[in-house]
């Protein structure tokens, strides 16, 4: 997963093929992770995929989810508001 954290906020995924990845260059999301904010990944439904999460800080504080759909991610939706403080760390 790359996260380009800028004003594109794109996000771009290689696929494992089991020996390597594939697919360097494919854009799985528009417009997630903005400059500052910090993007992870993991399962947040429980569906066995992997979902992208932001932790946005600053003045809001707030956590997206983008669901993945297995080809890619599904518009970010706010999971939690206010959480993630400044000073705190987001693992």
Partial sequence: MTFTCNADADV????????????TTVKWNDFFCLAGEFPYLGDANGDGMD??????????N??????STGTGFLGATKWHD???LNGE???
């Avoid at 771009?12 to 697919?23: E, I, K, L, N, R």
């Avoid at 992208?52 to 600053?58: L, Y």
Wanted: charged share 10%; no cysteine; glycine share 18%.
């Fill in 62 to 67: 707030d956590v997206h989810v983008g669901l």
């Fill in 51 to 60: 979902d992208i999460i932001v932790f946005t800080k600053g003045a809001t």
């Fill in 89 to 91: 760390t987001t693992l």
């Fill in 82 to 84: 206010y959480f993630g």
């Fill in 12 to 23: 771009y995924a290689a696929v494992s093929t089991g020996t390597g990845f594939a697919g």
